[in-house]
Structure formats: structure tokens, C-alpha cells
């Protein structure tokens, strides 16, 4: 018989970093096309905004920064300046919002060495430095459905679902949550479209199930108790179906360069975040703590997989 050496690698694969890039922009278009639907053209303007300016930049610094000549634009900084631009509020205003994509992509990605090196996921370090330098802006919601061509300056503004239910003990109608017809972030409020869009990565398989599911699962159970303790907490489908949970949990902690390789580290990572999540909403000053719960559980990612690392076969323990 005769036996043919090759060099590695012996798995090959057509699919590359485009590939799936792409595939998490068409996964995002209903979701785009429903910020436009319910919250006019200024939020249509938002995402096509980041998704060209943040593949532009990202050209920018890996061609005239880091020179480096043969770099072909991969669609992750669109990716990013989308997920960046689905996260804010329609108040925002674009000079604001530049400067939370450039902060997203210079000090979320490029900082630390470009793709697949960041530790935090640049799309919600953007949000977040964006929340604390202009929280006026993030925090004023618009009204859904007040007219395609009207301007997000003359439109009625007041509080989230989450806030409401936190500040007044308001729940607010749960088909209107799911389909998205309430106030929020461009992309955060119509839990059906996120659905739709999630269900394609997973028939693309670009989704880590494990993290999601252990992510809405720890929600769903611990409001659960919580509920059953005192129904001030407000009952389990209301925390799933406000905020930003399905935007974050769906496509936000699925990061496959800022979750954890193992799939019990998924497990644990999806855990931490749902636990983090429900306690910022229960006991914490802000009513949502996705975006918070997601970065703190990124920055144990490393740790995450050191210790869930599985054992080499054959290989004796100290």
C-alpha cells in the first residue's frame, strides 16, 4: 500500500472570515428592515451609516496604519458598525455616532491587534462608551411607528418597557414586544425578526447554540424564582422578550472571538451572562444590563478556557 505525506492542514474548508461575515449581515436585514419600519429613516440611515463607514475605517487602519498592503476588506467592520448602530437610539445624533464607531473599532478591535485578538466585543464597547459619554442622547426613546419621513427630533419620547416595569410597575403588552412595536434601541426591540435572523446562522451553522441557550435559559429560570418569590420581579416572558436580551443573547455573546471555545465554557459564559443580566435589571440602577453583563463575561473568556480546557488523550496529570 502505498502511503502519501502531506503538509497540514488535512480539514479543508471554502469558508473564510467574508463568508461569515456576510452571512451575519443577511441574518441582520430583517432586523434593519424593521428598525426602518418602526422607527423611520433616520434609523435606516444609522445602519447603512455604520455598516460602510465601519468596513471603511477598518480599511483605513489595517491599509495606512498597520500597513498592511494585501488586506482585503473581511466584513467585519461592517458587522461591527451595524451590530454598533442596531444598539443605539434613534436621538443619537451621526457626528455622536462616528465617534462611538471609531472608539468601537480603534480601542474595541484594533488595540489589540486587529480580528480575532480583541478580548471585547467592539460593537458593545462602542455602546457603552457612548452611554457614559452621552447619556442623554442613549436614553431618550422614540416613540415606535410615529411616521417613516418624520424627524426623531419632533417625535414623542418616554421610557422603555424596562424602565416603565422598574420605575412604575408598568408590563407592557407582550405582542407588542414581540414584534417589536415599543420603545428601545434601533434593533433591539422586535424579538420575532432577531428570531428570524438567528434561525438562518443556525441553518448556516455559524451560531454557537450552546450560548444562547444557557444565556435566555439562566433569565428564564432565575426570573422564574424570582417571580414566584415576589411578582414585583416581573414573570419570565417579559424578561425575555424586553430589552436588549434576544439582540445580545442571539447575536451579541455569540461572538466567536470573544466567547469561549469549550462547550462547557459556553455553558458557563452563556450562565454568567443571564445571571449578570436579570441581577443589573433587578437590583442595579440601570433597567438593562446586557450590554454590561456580555463585556464583564468576555474579559473572563481567557480564564473561561484555561480552566474548561479539556485533558490532551494520553497525557498524565500533575
Not at 473581511?74 to 451621526?94: E, Q
Not at 491587534?113 to 464597547?125: K, R, Y
Amino acid at each position: 500500500m502505498k502511503l502519501v505525506s502531506a503538509y497540514p492542514p488535512h480539514l479543508r474548508d471554502t469558508d473564510d472570515v467574508r463568508k461569515v461575515m456576510y452571512d451575519v449581515l443577511i441574518a441582520l436585514t430583517p432586523v434593519v428592515i424593521g428598525a426602518a419600519y418602526f422607527f423611520g429613516w433616520y434609523a435606516l440611515l444609522l445602519c447603512v451609516l455604520g455598516t460602510v463607514l465601519g468596513e471603511l475605517f477598518d480599511f483605513f487602519v489595517m491599509r495606512f496604519l498597520r500597513k498592511s498592503k494585501d488586506f482585503v476588506p473581511d466584513g467585519s467592520g461592517a458587522v461591527t458598525g451595524l451590530l454598533l448602530a442596531l444598539n443605539v437610539s434613534t436621538r443619537l445624533p451621526i457626528w455622536a455616532f462616528v465617534i462611538g464607531l471609531v472608539f468601537a473599532l480603534g480601542v474595541g478591535k484594533h488595540v489589540f491587534g486587529g480580528l480575532g485578538q480583541n478580548i471585547f466585543n467592539p460593537a458593545l464597547t462602542g455602546r457603552v462608551f457612548l452611554l457614559i459619554s452621552f447619556p442623554t442622547y442613549m436614553t431618550e426613546w422614540v416613540d415606535p411607528l410615529s411616521g417613516f419621513w418624520k424627524s426623531p427630533w419632533d417625535a414623542t419620547t418616554a421610557a422603555t418597557p424596562l424602565a416603565l416595569f422598574k420605575e412604575k410597575g408598568i408590563v407592557t403588552s407582550y405582542w407588542d414586544l414581540f414584534i417589536g412595536n415599543v420603545r428601545g434601541s434601533i434593533g433591539e426591540t422586535s424579538a420575532l425578526l432577531l428570531i428570524v435572523g438567528f434561525l438562518y446562522l443556525v441553518v448556516r451553522k455559524r451560531i454557537k447554540l450552546l450560548i444562547p441557550i444557557s444565556y435566555l435559559g439562566t433569565v428564564f429560570l432565575l426570573s422564574a424564582v424570582f417571580y414566584s418569590v415576589n411578582p414585583k420581579y416581573g414573570d419570565p416572558t417579559f424578561h425575555l422578550l424586553s430589552g436588549g436580551l434576544m439582540l445580545g443573547a442571539l447575536f451579541m455573546a455569540t461572538d466567536m472571538v470573544t466567547s469561549p471555545i469549550t462547550p462547557l465554557g459556553q455553558a458557563i459564559f452563556g450562565f454568567g451572562c443571564g445571571f449578570l443580566t436579570l441581577i443589573i435589571r433587578l437590583f442595579g440602577s440601570y433597567p438593562e444590563g446586557v450590554s454590561f453583563s456580555i463585556l464583564f463575561m468576555n474579559a473572563l473568556v481567557p480564564l473561561i478556557d484555561r480552566v474548561t480546557k479539556p485533558r490532551i488523550f494520553g497525557e498524565v496529570g500533575r
